[in-house]
T-cell receptor, first 117, second 116 residues
Framework: QKEVEQDPGPLSVPEGAIVSLNCTYSNSAFQYFMWYRQYSRKGPELLMYTYSSGNKEDGRFTAQVDKSSKYISLFIRDSQPSDSATYLCAMSARSRNYGGATNKLIFGTGTLLAVQP | EAGVAQSPRYKIIEKRQSVAFWCNPISGHATLYWYQQILGQGPKLLIQFQNNGVVDDSQLPKDRFSAERLKGVDSTLKIQPAKLEDSAVYLC??????????????FGPGTRLTVL
């Protein structure tokens, strides 16, 4: 079983739709949860960051974390064609290795989203 | 503020050849990461540096991959010899020290490697 599972899509929605992206995970030690957006031939960029359980809203984006169910979500309201990208969930647990603190990110496989104008 | 720089952007080599990638992190960022992203997958951490020391290289195939970060700034990742399965995008990321509890890693555009 992979540590992080994400539906790869692709997901195609009309402009203005509400988009729901989801990930599940198995490692209960994960404390930090992130969503990255990756445009074609670009590096990932951080979109949302959440610590532990709860909701976080930033403009049209809302991130939810349910640690009891080991389930995280990203909602995009009023989706725009410019939102077309691959969305990667990522998570980490603080740990120590080689004498230093490591915050290794474990990524999902990414969901390819296309918003049609 | 300039972002993470990587070069080359694209590289095509034949199997068993050697290749090297270069990364220049954001100025002042103490932590540097190299990730491998195979098509259709999320990035996988290969190695993490804190200044010029290795913090985590547990997933680095050490028989063929090596990385260094001299003087705690730029870094190079080398593959020798390359295999077909090494075809991927190699991403470099950096993070400033002092952001305890956050994992804001800033990624470069990546180097797309094709091994024929």
């Amino acid at each position: 079983q992979k540590e992080v599972e994400q539906d790869p899509g692709p997901l195609s929605v009309p402009e203005g739709a509400i988009v729901s992206l989801n990930c599940t995970y198995s490692n209960s030690a994960f404390q930090y949860f992130m969503w990255y957006r990756q445009y074609s031939r670009k590096g990932p960029e951080l979109l949302m960051y959440t610590y532990s359980s709860g909701n976080k809203e930033d403009g049209r984006f809302t991130a939810q974390v349910d640690k009891s169910s080991k389930y995280i979500s990203l909602f995009i309201r009023d989706s725009q064609p410019s939102d077309s990208a691959t969305y990667l969930c990522a998570m980490s647990a603080r740990s120590r290795n080689y004498g230093g603190a490591t915050n290794k990110l474990i990524f999902g496989t990414g969901t390819l989203l296309a918003v049609q104008p | 503020e300039a972002g993470v720089a990587q070069s080359p952007r694209y590289k095509i080599i034949e199997k068993r050849q050697s290749v090297a990638f270069w990364c220049n992190p954001i100025s002042g960022h103490a932590t540097l990461y190299w990730y491998q992203q195979i098509l259709g997958q999320g990035p996988k951490l290969l190695i993490q540096f804190q200044n010029n020391g290795v913090v985590d290289d547990s997933q680095l195939p050490k028989d063929r991959f090596s990385a260094e970060r001299l003087k705690g700034v730029d870094s190079t990742l080398k593959i020798q010899p390359a295999k077909l399965e090494d075809s991927a995008v190699y991403l470099c990321a950096s993070r400033p020290v002092g952001l305890a509890g956050t994992d804001t890693q800033y990624f470069g555009p990546g180097t797309r490697l094709t091994v024929l």
